[in-house]
């Protein structure tokens, strides 16, 4: 059984969510982030869904 004041169980603060639009994304970042292992393909895709989209190619992942 777990104690209620454990840390774990509380939610997380706010101001420690992020979805990383508000930095720079690179492409690896974007292939991560939807889950799959960035290969030289998966990579130039979402080298090309950054420069179509900007921020909004990680924000459909990371709302």
């Given at each position: 059984?777990?104690?209620?004041?454990?840390?774990?169980?509380?939610?997380?603060?706010?101001?420690?969510?992020?979805?990383?639009?508000e930095?720079p994304?690179?492409?690896?970042?974007?292939?991560?982030?939807?889950?799959?292992?960035p290969?030289?393909?998966?990579?130039e895709?979402?080298?090309?869904d950054?420069?179509?989209?900007?921020?909004?190619?990680?924000e459909?992942?990371?709302?």
């Amino acid at each position: 059984m777990t104690d209620s004041t454990d840390s774990e169980s509380e939610p997380t603060p706010d101001y420690l969510l992020h979805t990383g639009a508000e930095n720079p994304v690179d492409p690896e970042d974007l292939v991560m982030a939807s889950g799959r292992t960035p290969t030289p393909e998966l990579v130039e895709k979402a080298r090309k869904d950054l420069e179509e989209n900007g921020p909004a190619a990680v924000e459909r992942l990371l709302p």
